[in-house]
């Protein structure tokens, strides 16, 4: 079965660095366009940032500057660094498709990334 595997969160202090990775496996990879997406408590699930399978990004306004998204076709992995990290950063962080839906298949465990002030 198809899966993706989020990795890298962890306990930051404001200000610190983390590179999160996601593997996918069974897939097409090199064909899609993948994204990471995070959902902070009591909030929806909101998209941080996309790349195509030709390398194009977009970011959510809130990490620009700060997030890079790239990928690695030859390892079927995605990678979000996260620079300059602000507490409202906290959330915990999913790789997917984009688009995808609420009832996805893909979505994994995520990985918890928290920023302390």
């Known amino acids: 079965q198809a899966q993706l595997v989020e990795s890298g969160g962890g306990l930051v202090q404001a200000g610190g660095s983390l590179r999160l990775s996601c593997v996918a496996s069974?897939?097409?990879?090199?064909?899609?366009?993948m994204a990471w997406y995070r959902q902070a408590p009591g909030k929806q699930r909101e998209l941080v940032a996309s790349?195509?399978?030709?390398?194009?990004?977009n970011y959510v306004e809130s990490v620009k500057g700060r997030f890079t998204i790239s990928r690695d076709n030859a390892k079927n992995t995605v990678y979000l660094q996260m620079n300059s990290l602000k507490p409202e950063d906290t959330a915990v962080y999913y790789c997917?498709?984009?688009?995808?839906?609420?009832?996805?298949?893909?979505w994994g465990q995520g990985t918890q990334v928290t920023v302390s002030s």
């Open positions: 069974r897939i097409i990879f090199r064909l899609k366009t």
């Open positions: 997917n498709f984009f688009p995808t839906s609420p009832g996805s298949s893909y």
């Open positions: 790349i195509s399978g030709g390398g194009s990004t």
